[in-house]
C-alpha cells in the first residue's frame, strides 16, 4: 500500500528557512517521478519543485535559488529545505509521487500524479 507522510511544517517569520520531509512507505522513492506541490486558501494547487527518477529536477520560477529538493534513499524520504521564507510562501504543502505519462514537461501538474499526503500546513508572517 503507498504512503506517504509529509512533516516539517510550521510557523516562521519572513526570512525563515523550514524543512519539509515526505516519507514514503509501498514503494521506492528514488525510482518515481515525485514532485512538492503547494495550495493557499482560494488558490489552485501549484507545482513547487519535481523531481525525476533520474534526480533531474524542475523548481517554479517563484521558488528558485530559495527552496531545495532533495532525497534520503536508505529513508525513503523527500524533503524539501525552503530557506528566505516569504508571506507568499504561505500554503498547505502537499508530496505527490507516480507521476503518469506526460513526461518531465508536465510536472507540475496535479493530475498527473496518483499518489498524495494529507498535506503539512507553512505559515509565514511579515
Known amino acids: 500500500q503507498v504512503q506517504l507522510v509529509e512533516s516539517g511544517g510550521g510557523s516562521v517569520q519572513s526570512g525563515g528557512s523550514l524543512r519539509l520531509s515526505c516519507a514514503a512507505s509501498?514503494?521506492?522513492?528514488?525510482?518515481?517521478?515525485m514532485a512538492w506541490f503547494r495550495q493557499a486558501p482560494g488558490k489552485e494547487r501549484e507545482g513547487v519543485v519535481g523531481?525525476?527518477?533520474?534526480?533531474?529536477?524542475s523548481y517554479a520560477d517563484s521558488v528558485k535559488g530559495r527552496f531545495t529538493i532533495s532525497q534520503d534513499n536508505t529513508k525513503n524520504t523527500l524533503y524539501l529545505q525552503m530557506n528566505s521564507l516569504k508571506p507568499e510562501d504561505t500554503a498547505m504543502y502537499y508530496c505527490?509521487?507516480?507521476?503518469?505519462?506526460?513526461?518531465?514537461?508536465?510536472?507540475?501538474?496535479?493530475?498527473?500524479?496518483?499518489?498524495w499526503g494529507q498535506g503539512t500546513q507553512v505559515t509565514v508572517s511579515s
Open positions: 505527490a509521487a507516480d507521476r503518469g505519462p506526460g513526461g518531465r514537461s508536465e510536472w507540475d501538474s496535479p493530475a498527473q500524479y496518483n499518489y
Open positions: 509501498g514503494f521506492t522513492a528514488s525510482s518515481n517521478c
Open positions: 523531481i525525476d527518477s533520474d534526480g533531474s529536477t
